[in-house]
């Protein structure tokens, strides 16, 4: 069982908006930076999302994330085809010393 | 430009051991904290341990799943750190990853923004 919990998959149709939530408590989410990650298969997890909402260079404005609470939520608008990966948050948890993930959201475009 | 790239996978028997090793270029080493992922078959990322940097004595710290029995250790001068697995199990069957904070101008950051292309290792009899 993962320390973050993520649903399992989430889908949407091209050009809707999906949020993707990640659900932790305060000794990680609520009081730790939180990053989100895009993944397709066989290839290495890439960021997406640090500190909550900040993008890193060439990531499009379409995805966006928040925090509220022990909770974060990662949104995509305008949804492609090419969004169509698994997703993953990420964070610090101060009790366990140590990195966790939530269990990934595999997004479906329909 | 941030390169990182693991060696050192393969198939191992239950209890046996392996190192991996991850080489970097492109940043000054000895200044970031570096952390080890794996991904198992079918399954989501796991955080396996992290190396902080000098200024931090080099601390480690390690997910509950590999303490004691992985060990993580670097060589700053060979640009390299490394990922001592001991006693292993077929649930240590993972492609494994090394991974930095993602930088931007003289800031970084928490987020994993540098990755590997991961090694397989892969735990049978």
């Known amino acids: 069982q993962s320390v973050l919990t993520q649903p399992p998959s989430v889908s949407a149709a091209p050009g809707q908006t999906v949020t993707i939530s990640c659900s932790g408590s305060?000794?990680?989410?609520?009081?730790?930076?939180v990053s989100w990650y895009q993944r397709f298969p066989g290839t290495p997890p890439k960021l997406l999302l640090y500190?909550?909402?900040e993008r890193p260079s060439g990531i499009p404005d379409r995805f966006s994330g928040s925090r509220s609470g022990t909770s974060a939520t990662l949104v995509i608008t305008g949804l492609q085809t090419g969004d169509e990966a698994d997703y993953y948050c990420?964070?610090?948890?101060?009790?366990?010393?140590?990195?966790?993930f939530g269990g990934g959201t595999k997004l479906t475009v329909l | 430009e941030v390169q990182l790239v693991e060696s050192g996978g393969g198939l191992v028997q239950p209890g046996g051991s392996l190192r991996l090793s991850c080489v970097v270029s492109?940043?000054?080493?000895?200044?970031?904290?570096m952390d080890w992922v794996r991904q198992a078959p079918g399954k989501g990322l796991e955080w396996i341990g992290r190396?902080?940097?000098?200024?931090?004595?080099?601390?480690?710290e390690y997910a509950a799943s590999v303490k004691g029995r992985f060990t993580i250790s670097r060589d700053d001068s060979k640009k390299s750190l490394y990922l001592y697995m001991n006693n292993l199990k077929t649930e240590d069957t993972a492609v494994y990853y090394c991974?930095?904070?993602?930088?931007?101008?003289?800031?970084?950051?928490?987020?994993?923004?540098?990755w590997g292309q991961g090694t397989l290792v892969t735990v049978s009899s």
């Open positions: 190396s902080r940097n000098k200024a931090i004595n080099y601390s480690t």
């Open positions: 991974a930095k904070g993602y930088c931007s101008g003289r800031s970084c950051y928490s987020g994993l923004g540098y």
């Open positions: 500190e909550y909402n």
């Open positions: 492109g940043f000054t080493f000895s200044d970031h904290y």
């Open positions: 305060s000794s990680n989410i609520g009081n730790n930076f």
């Open positions: 990420g964070t610090w948890d101060s009790s366990l010393s140590a990195g966790v």
